[in-house]
């Protein structure tokens, strides 16, 4: 039976996961959390005049907010937590009302890496930003209104044998039936953001499933949920850096920086290959007077700690897990390991997380990929190699990763965040 503590946090995770449909509805749903307890909004655009304080700012999909203390200096390092708002699914297209046969249907792109037969006869919700011919941005979130049906065994009698889904053909959900003249997916969003269809000049738009989370299982020790790969890092993020923003320690500066896009590769302005994170950083530094030489020390003191979800073992798979390594659902956070640097960890900052989940009172496991099964990777080796700074990747183990309804521990997420308290207060 999971802790108290550890039912609270995933209670009020299944509520962040359920207000963050989309990466942007995650950056706006975290500013909220945080204007809430005193951060300090910053627009981009504006001169910034920093001092001691609590902060955040907001670039598309993603956000990044820090603590700087009172003993802050010009040479402070930064303890960053690394993480993304996106996860996979389905994105509207251009042109995006279709359908044929009586029926309405929303023409979508697949977006990133889902397990397709996953979003299969789910009751599904389009979400994300319509943008007005003024320049305004509008959140959209739909009800539950899309379904993608699948054929009926009775007219594919072999699909048990194997599932192939063409992306173009089988993966358009329906919406509604009748005369497509009558179809206007697009007037359906506006009316979720309360303006005027017409307006609309663009929009980045995605499918989320309907269903919110849900703790199950013998002793409620397990938690479903969509977009578990990687609000629960998000999440943790900003659990932990509200709670040390309450009495920050030590001179470095604690930093939540939440990225978009990872799940196709991070190359974007708001992705971890982009210069949000340099340019934040240079603003702070900057503020404190730091010269290059200052810059410099800063970086050689900073650290990330990169979280992302990782794998548990499969019990109906075993053989596709390493034989030594076997991480378990509950049993703490994973630090991910790749001698091809998949993955940032070193020995330096296996080390220092052993340490910090030891102070945290936090156990951790190791995660390394089967040799014959190739790892994925995530922006740990991004920020590494842009900055130059320490990092090391660890995450909450799950089953069924990049399905449209993911699976982890109770405790495992409420860890994560107790270790990250502890690495920002280090």
């Known amino acids: 039976m999971a802790q108290a503590a550890a039912m609270a946090h995933i209670a009020d995770l299944a509520e962040y996961v359920a207000t963050s449909p989309s990466s942007y509805h995650a950056a706006a749903s975290a500013a909220k959390r945080l204007d809430a307890v005193g951060f300090t909004g910053l627009n981009e655009a504006d001169a910034w005049n920093l001092g001691p304080g609590s902060y955040y700012v907001v670039r598309d999909g993603a956000i990044i907010a820090w603590v700087q203390p009172e003993e802050a200096t010009a040479t402070s390092g930064f303890h960053i937590l690394g993480a993304h708002t996106d996860s996979p699914g389905f994105k509207l297209k251009p042109k995006p009302t279709t359908g044929s046969n009586g029926w309405w249907q929303a023409g979508v792109e697949v977006y990133g890496g889902p397990l397709l037969n996953s979003w299969l006869d789910r009751e599904l919700v389009l979400a994300g930003r319509l943008v007005l011919k003024d320049g305004s941005?509008?959140?959209a979130q739909t009800e539950p209104i899309l379904r993608i049906p699948q054929l009926a065994?009775?007219?594919?009698?072999?699909?048990?044998?194997?599932?192939?889904?063409?992306?173009?053909?089988?993966?358009?959900?329906?919406?509604?039936?009748?005369?497509?003249?009558?179809?206007?997916?697009?007037?359906?969003?506006?009316?979720?953001?309360?303006?005027?269809?017409?307006?609309?000049?663009?929009?980045?738009?995605?499918?989320?499933?309907?269903?919110?989370?849900?703790?199950?299982?013998?002793?409620?020790?397990?938690?479903?949920?969509?977009?578990?790969?990687n609000l629960t890092s998000v999440h943790a993020g900003i659990i932990a850096l509200v709670d040390h923003s309450r009495k920050p320690s030590g001179q470095h500066i604690a930093m939540l920086a939440a990225f978009d896009h990872e799940?196709?590769?991070?190359?974007?302005?708001?992705?971890?290959?982009?210069?949000?994170?340099?340019?934040?950083i240079n603003r702070i530094q900057a503020s404190l007077g730091a010269g290059v030489e200052d810059r410099a020390r800063a970086l050689a003191n900073?650290?990330?700690?990169?979280?992302?979800?990782?794998?548990?073992?499969?019990?109906?798979?075993?053989?596709?897990?390493?034989?030594?390594?076997?991480?378990?659902?509950?049993?703490?956070?994973?630090?991910?390991?790749?001698?091809?640097?998949?993955?940032?960890?070193?020995?330096?900052?296996?080390?220092?997380?052993?340490?910090?989940?030891?102070?945290?009172?936090?156990?951790?496991?190791?995660?390394?990929?089967?040799?014959?099964?190739?790892?994925?990777?995530?922006?740990?080796?991004?920020?590494?190699?842009?900055?130059?700074?320490?990092?090391?990747?660890v995450g909450v183990a799950l089953l069924s990763m990049h399905s449209a309804r993911e699976m982890c521990g109770v405790d495992d997420p409420w860890y994560l965040s107790k270790v990250t308290r502890e690495f920002f207060g280090a």
Do not use: M
């Not at 699909?159 to 997916?185: C, M, R, W, Y």
């Not at 953001?193 to 499933?209: E, R, S």
């Open 302 to 393: 900073s650290v990330c700690l990169s979280a992302d979800a990782g794998h548990a073992v499969h019990p109906n798979y075993p053989e596709r897990h390493d034989p030594a390594n076997r991480p378990q659902v509950n049993a703490g956070p994973l630090l991910k390991i790749n001698a091809n640097q998949r993955y940032a960890t070193d020995a330096v900052g296996a080390a220092a997380f052993a340490n910090w989940c030891e102070r945290a009172g936090v156990p951790y496991q190791e995660f390394v990929s089967n040799n014959r099964v190739p790892c994925g990777s995530t922006i740990g080796p991004l920020t590494a190699t842009r900055l130059g700074i320490r990092t090391l990747d």
């Open 137 to 139: 941005e509008h959140l």
């Open 153 to 229: 065994i009775h007219l594919d009698r072999q699909v048990n044998e194997g599932l192939t889904l063409d992306k173009q053909t089988h993966t358009n959900p329906i919406f509604g039936s009748g005369d497509l003249a009558d179809a206007d997916i697009l007037a359906v969003l506006a009316a979720s953001a309360g303006v005027d269809p017409a307006q609309v000049a663009g929009y980045d738009i995605l499918t989320a499933p309907a269903q919110r989370g849900e703790v199950f299982g013998h002793g409620k020790d397990f938690f479903a949920s969509g977009r578990l790969d």
């Open 263 to 280: 799940e196709l590769g991070s190359s974007s302005r708001s992705g971890a290959c982009g210069p949000f994170l340099e340019e934040l």
